[in-house]
């Protein structure tokens, strides 16, 4: 490979919350990690590889001028987006249709202030990402949740009829879509997306898509909500980032395509009242060196990283631990582990499988708040050679 996928950097006093918030005081482990273990991080979304080369180097260029004062962003921001769409997912656009974003969710709580009001319920998928919840928490919505339901292969999917009954019963006008999903892995096929699209048209709902996970699809093929059809582009705000796929999460960074005038007006009003949403200069030229052929050609040798190690943990768990119920990652690196029937076999509680693993510093997170008890949230983002590792460090005693 050209690019290196199996050194880890010593992220320990660099800033980095994967390493060092679960032994801070905050008490995310609960009781440290035993003598002699190092910390495998594999709970928070945040890969543990190097980023792409040309982001170090578009930010070192900038960084090199030594003024950071206002500024404007530049023609290429614009462009790149533009041609990463149509490069990666044959959808085109214009440079009107985008808005920067201080955060996906930033996004979220500006579209939520537009389109929303407290006390009001939303619509989602469960599981549901926590930071969904924990945003809508914040701004005192409530919550409407259909769970997936998984198939005769295995493969959860959406129930389109517990959908529109929720849509209906909860009088529904605002819905998020989370696609490729987060935490259960799936990448929606256009017939699903075309049935969900449907219903939101059908019941007169404004449809928020999060899709910061769309470039890492390692099954199937990422279509845009905006690709569906006519009707979907009227009634859709897509949410976009680099962030997740080249580990830019601490420069913050995300953008909105919206091509309805009437919800884009109403989503940059909300969003300039807070009047700090507002791009950081390096992030406007990581998201440019990210969105680059290097950078592409970086995240083609991610993917069939990703693959392998979504390959490693997916054959070991079925052959180690079939009692494990999971669905297997077509997109994300994240695998959300169902233990139910695991820990009755082997006589422990959730809470007590999770210290295992944190005392032998393989970090990993409680799945429970995304919505389904006695689960795990497994972040494969990192060297197979880690993986491999943590799977030692388990096996022991």
Request: charged share 25%.
């Amino acid at each position: 490979m050209k690019y290196d996928f199996t050194t880890v950097l010593n992220r320990v006093g660099n800033d980095a919350i994967a390493v060092e918030f679960p032994t801070s005081p905050r008490g995310f482990q609960p009781e440290g990690t035993k003598d002699g273990y190092s910390v495998i991080p594999m709970w928070v979304a945040d890969m543990n590889f190097m980023t792409a080369p040309s982001i170090v180097e578009a930010i070192q260029k900038r960084a090199a001028h030594a003024s950071f004062g206002y500024f404007s962003p530049r023609p290429e921001y614009y462009d790149s987006i533009i041609s990463w769409q149509k490069r990666r997912f044959g959808i085109d656009i214009t440079k009107e249709l985008i808005g920067y974003e201080n955060g996906v969710l930033g996004a979220l709580s500006s579209a939520l202030t537009a389109f929303t009001e407290p006390g009001e319920k939303v619509f989602l998928h469960g599981p549901s990402y926590i930071g969904f919840l924990h945003t809508l928490s914040d701004m005192g919505r409530e919550t409407s949740i259909s769970e997936l339901v998984r198939d005769e292969n295995g493969i959860s999917r959406m129930d389109y009829e517990d959908i529109e009954k929720h849509f209906v019963e909860d009088n529904i006008r605002f819905a998020i879509l989370c696609s490729p999903h987060n935490p259960a892995g799936r990448v929606w096929e256009r017939w699903e997306l075309e049935k969900f699209v449907e219903l939101c048209v059908k019941h007169n709902v404004t449809l928020f898509s999060d899709e910061i996970w769309c470039d890492l699809v390692l099954e199937g093929k990422h279509i845009p909500t905006n690709a569906v059809s006519e009707d979907a582009r009227k009634i859709t705000i897509a949410a976009y980032a680099p962030t997740k796929t080249f580990s830019l999460a601490g420069l913050v960074g995300s953008y909105h395509v919206i091509f309805n005038e009437e919800l884009r007006k109403k989503v940059e009003k909300a969003a300039s009242m807070t009047h700090y949403n507002g791009m950081n200069v390096l992030s406007q030229h990581a998201l440019i060196g990210a969105y680059s052929k290097e950078g592409e050609e970086w995240l083609e040798e991610l993917l069939e990283v990703l693959r392998g190690n979504v390959d490693f943990a997916c054959n070991y768990l079925k052959e180690h631990c079939p009692a494990i119920k999971f669905d297997r990652p077509q997109g994300t690196y994240m695998l959300y582990l169902d233990c139910g029937d695991f820990l009755k076999e082997i006589n422990m509680d959730i809470k007590s499988l999770l210290k295992y693993g944190w005392e032998r510093g393989v970090i990993w997170q409680d799945g429970q708040p995304f919505g389904k008890a006695d689960s795990i949230r497994v972040n494969l983002g990192l060297p197979l050679w880690q993986i491999q590792e943590a799977v030692k460090r388990l096996e022991k005693e």
